[in-house]
């Protein structure tokens, strides 16, 4: 059921000058994702400025804005945890590429190079918005085509100025000319953007896991470890699968450089060693379960089976928009179905009990364990009280979602962004009615296309 628009979009937006402002979200099914509080039907979330303050039934505040929510499932917003955001503007220009190597060659190559500042800051915000837009709260931009300053401060630009709680991940290009800026221009825009930790949008240091495509100056070791350390900034690191990635990692535990502040992207393909050495030292993982299949990185399987038997639960991620679907709901559904695939394929003729994995594992996924992987589930990732209020209203009453038998199984195999009624990111409302709050439309689909023209007019030239 759509939510009841009164009180009206002006009344909220103009309650949020008021840090101490009261929301009551009211008489909806909460999945609140919290191991304690689990999931209560005919239940409210009560926000307190950018807080959740409350959640139970029947609950009544002096003064609060009451949003009737019956009908529909409260939910936390979703956490994206790897997505190279700039690419935007050129989604699904390679919808059929076969492998790394051909993405490398069109994209990193051929396309990457012809950005100027401006199309940074045009990808990055059209990839923030469609997050916002599909229900996802928190995105950590691997933003690795910081050619100058500039080029960098675009991308945070927009993800400042676009609502979402973001993570830019910064690092240098792959190949081309750039200014050599990184990763001593860290330091820079720690100082200008990122003074605290405890701000919507955070800094992390991108990487790769190994010299092999793009040279030693990418590649994670003590260097960059130490620029990471002095600045207080986490890592992420992409690329990490394989054997060389294997034997990578198992060389930075002997030497010191693994810990809670890393995050593995992919993780496809690892060793044994390899994976125990992120388990003994707390590294996180980042899966993006339809880059791995459809491009086929390594034996493109998504290592859930893995990360879950060394204790890791990993979060979830988009990649590359350029050849992939930009939403959660695709990233949940495709590697419940791959893990159950596989595990009843692997069973099949035995004796044999396949161990599946659930509808609530890859919620927790896509939201606590995304937040987890990005160390901030202290702050977001679950309807708890004292975190943020990022969260998501579903319309559990619309022709694809209703009747409302099971919760959990209507977000992950029912629900899709049409069905987002409204998202709250630190207790301001980002989608309302099924629209994002104050974003011309028109202007952005304006710049996108201006911004292809541009790319591909230097490409012509």
Known sequence: MTENLLPTLETLTTAERDPDRLVLLTGGTVVTVDPVLGTLEDADVLLRGDRIAEVGRGLTAANAIVIDVSGSIVAPGFVDTHRHSWQAQMRRTIPDVNDLAGYLQSTLMQVAPLYQPHDMYVGTRLAALTALDCGITTMLDFSHNS??????????????????RGVHASMSPHF????????HDLARLRTTYFSTDDQLVTLRLAALATPDIAGARLAYGHDLARVAADLGIGVSL??????AASEAIV???REGLLGPHIESIHSTALSGDAWSAMRD????VSLAPTSDMQIGLEDAVPPVDEALEHGIRPGLSVDVEVALASDMFTQMRT???VQRMRAVHAAYGTDN????????DVLDFATLSGARTLRLDHTTGSITPGKQADLIVVDAEDLNTMPLHDPVGTLVLGADRGNITSVWVAGRVR????????VDVDDLRTQVHDSVDAITGRQAA
């Open 147 to 164: 050619r100058t300053g500039e080029h960098s401060d675009a991308a945070i630009t927009a993800l400042l100025e676009s609502g979402i």
């Open 176 to 183: 081309g000319d750039w200014d050599q800026q990184w990763p």
């Open 238 to 243: 992409d690329v990490m699968f394989g054997a």
């Open 251 to 253: 060389r930075w535990e």
């Open 281 to 284: 030292t707390g590294v996180t």
């Open 335 to 337: 590697l419940l179905a």
């Open 353 to 360: 009990e396949p161990v599946r994995i659930t509808t609530r």
């Open 431 to 438: 989608k309302w009615a099924g629209r994002l709050v104050g």
